[in-house]
């Protein structure tokens, strides 16, 4: 904590002589604490523990010199508090995480210059930097009701040398610029007394950090956000409760100013352009079918900046997407095109004030325009459907992935006074459901443009990666074929008697079971590690596994219980790649972090881990970095799931100029072992998957050649038409 007052003493802790001719009590307001306790010590601090009841951004715009300071020296910071948080706290805190585990990483914040405060941009700039750590703090079950509320801090220099303190003050503006409070401060410089002090508070707040008090639960800062344990609070007075300077939900004045217009070094492809120009003749409605990784988002954006450019009055913008990483994704992308959307997701207090002053905004002339984004799931519940009954101005509704709104509910959702309508997808027809893919065209209007993964793979510029198909046939099981017989026929009778609509409700359960016997078929696993030995040294390797589970040889793993039968097949697949290939590798699953996911995603990316083996959580919207080899060993004849997967192996990254998949296709039982029903059944199931399978090969690089593979099983299931 060397400032300017400070003395060096034999490299020893030196301690600022102001602060050691203060009582051992510090007391009063209007910025005593602020200039006696933070400003003098952090900025010289290496480390900076603090553990408070409340937490506000407004501390980083108040005391913004020392902390910024402190972080552009490397210092490090770690922060322990309850989730009672202000609006503008929690977004910056959520902001911070999300450029953690996704980037791109910022540069580090000047004082001013744009719209959000200092503060805020220092604070996302130090999670998104790891250099600064939180964690929440929450009573456990047995004080329900209470409040983390203990306030210790804890600076420490780079030679160890230490001030702590302690008292009312929690870590906010209105505790270090306006409330009288009083704190306690404790120097290694000092005292025995002193020193025994820091030496508990340090105890403490490592204890605390550890989640090992009783009584308290700690939660990491991802998985807080990930459980939705956050209060956003109203303040009761100026600075609201126990002097925590609680900043308002967001007010109509506070919404960002929105300004759009294209990116300056953007440049669409023609084909982008040609899809915006076809949304624009179809009078704004209508459906891109763009393949996955051809860029549907920029080219939507493109499309809202012509509208914007085109049209006076005010314009509102709704981003929809199912899932809450896509609304993330929407609102960083926006944010190159000049837009600020509201986050309409996780709790209507976080954004439904701030929404309906921003429509008014704009039926009022105030305001130009207004952008919001928001999850599927939020969007066709209550709170957001009410906020369109207030749309008296011009409205785009933009839907990513928009064969997801094709359900029941979803389509009743739809507002009937919006005009413009812009549907996105490489799949926008529902697979099976005509009446979910009728309703949908019916209010987004017909596909006004087909960008698929032909174009893509055949574009100059290339948009994704050419590809080798490698077909490789699995022998089922004696067990395994005797109950995809079974199960065939029962399946077969029950649509004998029933309207196809009923039998496949009647049928699920079956269906269910005779797709996780295919996708589990023991005979996988001997097949994976035939073809993935040649590249055991090699990374950038995605395996798809089922979900269920699978037969397995004992002897091949050390680790199994004696007399066990079956593991789950990423269990087993991981195993054998992991312990008997030798291989880096490491699950993805729907379980996995955030922090685990990024922690994943660059090791894969550099090359640390050579394998993730994942089951479905990769099927929509997440991206893996640099695939070039991929094995299927679990596939669903949805094509939806399939061309998903597909284009998120051939998306282009840095020195990938071809990519490789290995598709695991089950040889199923010849006709004479069926009855006339289950051959029906199984001969559907088959051409189901036959389809997908020669759709991969005849867009392969190789596709003579994966033929050639494929044409005897097509033979024996009567399907050389495919």
Same mark, same amino acid.
């Given at each position: 904590?060397?400032?300017?007052?400070?003395?060096?003493?034999?490299?020893?802790?030196?301690?600022?002589?102001?602060?050691?001719?203060?009582?051992?009590?510090?007391?009063?307001?209007?910025?005593?604490?602020?200039?006696?306790?933070?400003?003098?010590?952090?900025?010289?601090?290496?480390?900076?523990?603090?553990?408070?009841?409340?937490?506000?951004?407004?501390?980083?715009?108040?005391?913004?010199?020392?902390?910024?300071?402190?972080?552009?020296?490397?210092?490090?910071?770690?922060?322990?508090?309850?989730?009672?948080?202000?609006?503008?706290?929690?977004?910056?805190?959520?902001?911070?995480?999300?450029?953690?585990?996704?980037?791109?990483?910022?540069?580090?914040?000047?004082?001013?210059?744009?719209?959000?405060?200092?503060?805020?941009?220092?604070?996302?700039?130090?999670?998104?930097?790891?250099?600064?750590?939180?964690?929440?703090?929450?009573?456990?079950?047995?004080?329900?009701?209470?409040?983390?509320?203990?306030?210790?801090?804890?600076?420490?220099? %780079? =030679?160890?040398?230490?001030? !702590?303190?302690?008292?009312?003050?929690? +870590?906010?503006? $209105?505790?270090? #610029? @306006?409330?009288? *409070?009083?704190?306690?401060?404790?120097?290694?410089?000092? %005292? =025995?007394?002193?020193?025994? !002090?820091?030496?508990?508070?340090?105890? +403490?707040?490592? $204890?605390?950090? #550890? @989640?090992?008090? *009783?009584?308290?639960?700690?939660?990491?800062?991802?998985?807080?956000?990930?459980?939705?344990?956050?209060?956003?609070?109203?303040?009761?007075?100026?600075?609201?409760?126990?002097?925590?300077?609680? *900043?308002?939900?967001?007010?109509?004045?506070?919404?960002?100013?929105?300004?759009?217009?294209?990116?300056?070094?953007?440049?669409?492809?023609?084909?982008?352009?040609?899809?915006?120009?076809?949304?624009?003749?179809?009078?704004?409605?209508?459906?891109?079918?763009?393949?996955?990784?051809?860029?549907?988002?920029?080219?939507?954006?493109?499309?809202?900046?012509?509208?914007?450019?085109?049209?006076?009055?005010?314009?509102?913008?709704?981003?929809?997407?199912?899932?809450?990483?896509?609304?993330?994704?929407?609102?960083?992308?926006?944010?190159?095109?000049?837009?600020?959307?509201?986050?309409?997701?996780?709790?209507?207090?976080?954004?439904?004030?701030?929404?309906?002053?921003?429509?008014?905004?704009?039926?009022?002339?105030?305001?130009?325009?207004?952008?919001?984004?928001?999850?599927?799931?939020?969007?066709?519940?209550?709170?957001?459907?009410?906020?369109?009954?207030?749309?008296?101005?011009?409205?785009?509704?933009?839907?990513?992935?928009?064969?997801?709104?094709?359900?029941?509910?979803?389509?009743?959702?739809?507002?009937?006074?919006?005009?413009?309508?812009?549907?996105?997808?490489?799949?926008?027809?529902?697979?099976?459901?005509?009446?979910?893919?009728?309703?949908?065209?019916?209010?987004?209007?017909?596909?006004?443009?087909?960008?698929?993964?032909?174009?893509?793979?055949?574009?100059?510029?290339?948009?994704?990666?050419?590809?080798?198909?490698?077909?490789?046939?699995?022998?089922?099981?004696?067990?395994?074929?005797?109950?995809?017989?079974?199960?065939?026929?029962?399946?077969?009778?029950?649509?004998?008697?029933?309207?196809?609509?009923?039998?496949?409700?009647?049928?699920?359960?079956?269906?269910?079971?005779?797709?996780?016997?295919?996708?589990?078929?023991?005979?996988?696993?001997?097949?994976?590690?035939?073809?993935?030995?040649?590249?055991?040294?090699?990374?950038?390797?995605?395996?798809?596994?089922?979900?269920?589970?699978?037969?397995?040889?004992?002897?091949?793993?050390?680790?199994?219980?004696?007399?066990?039968?079956?593991?789950?097949?990423?269990?087993?697949?991981?195993?054998?790649?992991?312990?008997?290939?030798?291989?880096?590798?490491?699950?993805?699953?729907?379980?996995?972090?955030?922090?685990?996911?990024?922690?994943?995603?660059?090791?894969?990316?550099?090359?640390?881990?050579?394998?993730?083996?994942?089951?479905?959580?990769?099927?929509?919207?997440?991206?893996?970095?640099?695939?070039?080899?991929?094995?299927?060993?679990?596939?669903?004849?949805?094509?939806?799931?399939?061309?998903?997967?597909?284009?998120?192996?051939?998306?282009?990254?840095?020195?990938?100029?071809?990519?490789?998949?290995?598709?695991?296709?089950?040889?199923?039982?010849?006709?004479?072992?069926?009855?006339?029903?289950?051959?029906?059944?199984?001969?559907?199931?088959?051409?189901?998957?036959?389809?997908?399978?020669?759709?991969?090969?005849?867009?392969?690089?190789?596709?003579?050649?994966?033929?050639?593979?494929?044409?005897?099983?097509?033979?024996?299931?009567?399907?050389?038409?495919?």
């Amino acid at each position: 904590m060397r400032s300017s007052t400070q003395m060096i003493c034999s490299g020893s802790w030196v301690v600022n002589p102001l602060t050691r001719r203060l009582p051992p009590a510090i007391r009063g307001s209007e910025g005593r604490l602020l200039r006696l306790v933070l400003d003098e010590h952090l900025s010289g601090a290496s480390r900076f523990a603090r553990a408070v009841g409340f937490f506000s951004v407004g501390v980083l715009d108040l005391a913004y010199p020392s902390y910024a300071r402190f972080f552009k020296n490397g210092g490090q910071a770690r922060f322990i508090f309850s989730p009672h948080v202000s609006q503008k706290t929690l977004q910056g805190l959520v902001e911070g995480v999300q450029r953690y585990w996704t980037g791109p990483r910022l540069d580090f914040p000047a004082p001013g210059g744009l719209p959000t405060s200092p503060g805020f941009r220092l604070l996302v700039w130090a999670l998104s930097r790891g250099a600064m750590q939180c964690k929440i703090a929450l009573p456990s079950q047995s004080l329900v009701g209470g409040l983390y509320h203990e306030k210790i801090g804890l600076f420490v220099d %780079s =030679d160890g040398s230490s001030v !702590a303190y302690e008292g009312s003050a929690n +870590e906010t503006a $209105a505790a270090y #610029r @306006d409330n009288f *409070e009083r704190v306690r401060v404790y120097s290694s410089d000092g %005292s =025995d007394t002193e020193r025994s !002090a820091i030496s508990e508070i340090t105890r +403490e707040f490592e $204890a605390t950090w #550890r @989640d090992e008090v *009783e009584g308290l639960k700690v939660l990491s800062l991802e998985r807080a956000l990930r459980e939705d344990v956050f209060v956003v609070d109203q303040p009761t007075s100026r600075d609201g409760r126990d002097g925590h300077d609680i *900043e308002p939900t967001v007010t109509s004045n506070e919404i960002e100013p929105e300004y759009v217009r294209m990116p300056p070094e953007l440049v669409l492809r023609d084909y982008q352009v040609d899809a915006v120009d076809a949304w624009w003749s179809s009078r704004g409605a209508g459906v891109l079918s763009m393949a996955t990784g051809s860029g549907k988002t920029l080219t939507a954006l493109a499309a809202v900046a012509r509208l914007r450019s085109a049209v006076d009055g005010g314009l509102i913008v709704i981003f929809v997407a199912p899932l809450l990483h896509l609304v993330d994704q929407w609102i960083d992308s926006a944010r190159d095109f000049g837009l600020e959307p509201i986050r309409c997701a996780e709790g209507r207090d976080r954004w439904l004030d701030a929404a309906r002053a921003g429509i008014s905004q704009v039926n009022a002339g105030e305001r130009q325009t207004l952008s919001l984004a928001v999850s599927n799931a939020t969007f066709v519940g209550p709170a957001f459907q009410s906020l369109l009954g207030h749309l008296r101005s011009r409205t785009l509704l933009v839907a990513d992935e928009v064969h997801n709104l094709g359900a029941r509910n979803a389509l009743d959702a739809l507002p009937a006074r919006v005009a413009l309508r812009l549907g996105l997808s490489a799949t926008p027809e529902r697979w099976r459901d005509e009446e979910g893919s009728a309703g949908l065209f019916e209010y987004f209007g017909p596909v006004v443009f087909e960008f698929g993964l032909k174009e893509a793979l055949e574009h100059e510029p290339p948009v994704l990666t050419p590809y080798r198909y490698y077909p490789v046939p699995v022998t089922l099981q004696e067990a395994e074929v005797e109950e995809f017989i079974d199960l065939s026929d029962r399946i077969g009778r029950i649509y004998a008697l029933n309207s196809e609509q009923d039998a496949e409700e009647r049928a699920f359960t079956l269906l269910l079971r005779r797709a996780r016997l295919l996708g589990n078929a023991q005979g996988k696993t001997a097949a994976l590690r035939a073809a993935i030995r040649p590249f055991v040294s090699e990374g950038h390797i995605l395996v798809y596994v089922g979900d269920g589970s699978i037969a397995y040889d004992s002897d091949l793993d050390d680790g199994a219980d004696e007399g066990a039968a079956f593991l789950r097949q990423i269990d087993l697949v991981t195993q054998t790649l992991g312990n008997e290939l030798g291989m880096r590798v490491a699950r993805y699953t729907a379980e996995t972090s955030p922090e685990q996911r990024r922690r994943l995603t660059e090791e894969f990316r550099r090359g640390g881990i050579q394998a993730l083996v994942a089951i479905r959580c990769l099927d929509e919207g997440v991206d893996i970095p640099a695939v070039r080899r991929a094995f299927i060993l679990a596939s669903s004849t949805n094509p939806r799931q399939f061309i998903q997967r597909r284009g998120r192996i051939l998306r282009r990254s840095e020195g990938k100029t071809r990519s490789e998949i290995f598709d695991f296709i089950p040889v199923l039982p010849a006709e004479d072992r069926f009855t006339p029903h289950g051959w029906k059944a199984a001969r559907t199931l088959a051409n189901r998957e036959m389809a997908r399978v020669t759709e991969f090969a005849d867009l392969a690089v190789n596709g003579a050649q994966a033929r050639l593979a494929l044409e005897p099983l097509l033979a024996d299931l009567g399907l050389s038409h495919l």
